[in-house]
């Protein structure tokens, strides 16, 4: 594109260099840009859709002998489907960052109701 004659050259200067494997910046947006603003949006939404999801399983769920607060999928799911239909990818993430713990890779409907979900 930089060779390009009918490209504009104010588009091409405000493009960043390639970054390599290495590069602090590498994989990251530009700073300051729209696209980086979008993503610091969307991690903080899914920060509020896995706290406000670790709140469900504590109001919902049973303590156990433990102190861990505990629930079965099948309850969580159907209490949390009228919130948001992403319930599994936020257990996901949720198990990502360390709050709860299930058994198995993924989740499903029906399959795994009585896979007990615990709130660490």
């Not at 861990?68 to 257990?91: A, D, M």
């Not at 890779?105 to 009585?114: A, C, P, R, S, T």
């Amino acid at each position: 594109q930089r060779k390009n004659p009918f490209s504009s050259n104010d588009r091409l200067a405000s493009k960043p260099a390639h970054t390599h494997r290495g590069d602090p910046t590498y994989g990251r947006p530009p700073e300051g840009s729209r696209t980086e603003q979008r993503g610091r949006d969307a991690h903080s939404h899914v920060g509020r859709e896995v706290e406000e999801l670790c709140l469900i399983i504590r109001r919902t769920g049973k303590v156990g002998e433990d102190g861990h607060v505990r629930v079965t999928f099948g309850q969580l799911f159907e209490t949390y489907v009228t919130i948001s239909n992403k319930v599994v990818g936020i257990l996901l993430r949720a198990r990502k960052h360390g709050l709860v713990h299930f058994e198995g890779e993924m989740l499903w409907q029906g399959k795994d109701d009585d896979v007990v979900i615990t709130l660490l």
